[in-house]
């Protein structure tokens, strides 16, 4: 894998650590989705994500990621970066596609 690749992957796993500041160990999803500044910057990291993403499939279109991940980047969870998640969009998120894709991450460059 290049460094090119290797420097997208970094910036998708440094937005999910980012997004993961805001729901700490037990800390509800419903406590933290109230704030619409939170949501706010997890939606500019979801866009991160999503356009990381995109170039990764552009550059390795064969690359080794779920579907789960792939399928993020057809998703419109936010139609802009500016725009706020909803509280589903937000679950679906934390509970269906970030665990996925760090495993993902994980796999594809050492922590």
Excluded at 44 to 60: M, Q, W
Excluded at 82 to 101: M, N, S
Aim: charged letters at 25%; hydrophobic letters at 45%.
């Amino acid at each position: 894998m290049d460094s090119y690749m290797n420097t997208l992957l970094e910036e998708i796993r440094v937005a999910i650590a980012e997004i993961e500041t805001f729901f700490p160990r037990g800390n509800l999803i419903e406590h933290c989705v109230q704030d619409p500044e939170i949501r706010l910057v997890i939606g500019k990291n979801v866009e991160l994500i999503r356009e990381r993403t995109n170039h990764l499939l552009k550059v390795e279109p064969e690359i080794p990621i779920s579907d789960i991940w792939k399928s993020l980047v057809s998703k419109n969870l936010t139609r802009t970066c500016g725009e706020i998640l909803t509280e589903v969009a937000i679950w679906t998120l934390l509970v269906i596609h970030l665990p996925v894709i760090k495993s993902d991450i994980g796999r594809l460059i050492p922590a």
